[in-house]
């Protein structure tokens, strides 16, 4: 048996979106199950993210803290963001981000993971890149709003990260996947051998 995810749509009798917002919408859709049944599906529909673990040379990786209303936190992340146009290519969307959330440009860029990431209640897919060969960005920083203009900057150690991880005290889906992704890669077959960063990502199809 190949342990793969595959592509599979059920049949849809019908659909409707009762809600729809700035940037994320929620559906309702009646889906047939396997015995005929139709049971009705609520669901978040997401245009997509993508997430930048930024490694320097001392082996640090880049962290902001932002307060995040939904889960009444403030919380340590790496630089992430929407797919803000469809079809949006997610390298350049990435490096977008590390640019306006850290001033921070990168020579080096792979793909670590690809990730739903709460495919039982929300469509979005994130992209997460291993950014390397760091230096200032050049030009004037970008004007943060909102909960970005109180945002805080970091670069820790990964072994204090992992630690941090694993006793529960960093939370961000992000952060948490691309860390032990970026573990895991060191472990096998090293970072370079991970996944060029235009790879195909079938969850968000773009142009190269």
Not at 116 to 126: A, F, L, N, Q
Not at 168 to 175: K, R, T
């Amino acid at each position: 048996m190949t342990i793969k995810d595959s592509a599979e749509a059920w049949e849809i009798r019908a659909t409707e979106t009762p809600f729809v917002g700035n940037k994320t919408s929620v559906r309702t859709d009646e889906v047939v199950m396997p015995n005929g049944s139709v049971v009705r599906r609520d669901y978040q529909v997401h245009p997509g993210s993508v997430a930048v673990l930024a490694l320097d040379a001392e082996d640090r990786v880049l962290l902001i803290r932002q307060y995040r209303h939904p889960v009444r936190q403030r919380l340590w992340e790496i630089p992430a963001g929407l797919l803000d146009v469809p079809g949006e290519n997610p390298l350049h969307a990435a490096q977008r981000e590390l640019y306006e959330e850290a001033h921070v440009k990168a020579e080096d860029w792979r793909v670590l993971t690809d990730v739903y990431t709460t495919p039982g209640g929300c469509d979005e897919s994130v992209r997460i890149f291993l950014a390397r060969e760091l230096s200032e960005a050049d030009g004037e920083r970008f004007a943060a709003e909102d909960e970005e203009a109180d945002m805080e900057h970091a670069r820790v150690p990964v072994d204090e990260l992992v630690r941090g991880v694993l006793a529960g005290e960093l939370h961000h889906n992000a952060l948490v996947v691309g860390l032990l992704s970026l573990v895991a890669a060191r472990g096998g077959d090293g970072l370079d051998a991970l996944r060029p960063a235009e790879a195909p990502w079938p969850a968000r199809p773009f142009e190269a």
